[in-house]
């Protein structure tokens, strides 16, 4: 029985060999990267950093330094929780909705925010600043002496729980 064969794909010594050049080469069957389309692969081993994912800060600077946006927003939500948690339920809540529309504007504005971008820059943006708004706004219609008063509200909770 002979040797296999160096480029084999049955051979365990060139099944080590094998190195994905970059996201689009997928190996094939044989365990062989190949680049056959501008397609991505059906079945991907890693994923891409979001855009603007880079550091905020050079890579000389302390860690802290690097991902000062997503510590500044993580550091007012604490904030806002602990005001909650001291009774301080419409401040608190108001700070964390604030906290989340920071972190949108921060990045829309920013060309690299660290660990604050998570996904493609429209959908972070949009998900920052729907769920902040809807929380300011909860937090500004809060019982009792609501700052903000819709109307419609009231007449739509009224209509739902008649008691007719």
Not at 24 to 31: H, K, L
Not at 84 to 97: H, I
Not at 138 to 153: D, G, R, S, T
Request: hydrophobic share 45%; no cysteine; charged share 20%.
């Amino acid at each position: 029985m002979s040797d296999p064969e160096p480029g084999n794909a049955s051979d365990p010594e060139s099944q080590a060999e094998v190195v994905v050049r970059d996201a689009i080469s997928a190996p094939d069957v044989d365990g062989r990267p190949r680049r056959a389309t501008r397609r991505f692969p059906l079945f991907t081993r890693d994923t891409a950093r979001p855009e603007g994912g880079g550091r905020a800060a050079p890579r000389d600077a302390p860690a802290p330094a690097r991902q000062w946006p997503v510590l500044a927003v993580l550091a007012t939500v604490g904030l806002g929780l602990l005001l909650t948690a001291l009774d301080q339920f419409r401040y608190g809540t108001l700070l964390v909705g604030l906290a989340l529309l920071a972190g949108g504007v921060l990045r829309w504005l920013l060309p690299d925010v660290g660990m604050l971008a998570v996904r493609s820059r429209f959908t972070d943006i949009a998900t920052y600043g729907v769920l902040g708004a809807a929380i300011v706004l909860l937090a500004m219609m809060v019982q009792p002496n609501p700052w903000l008063v819709i109307p419609f509200l009231k007449d739509t909770l009224h209509f739902t729980v008649s008691s007719s």
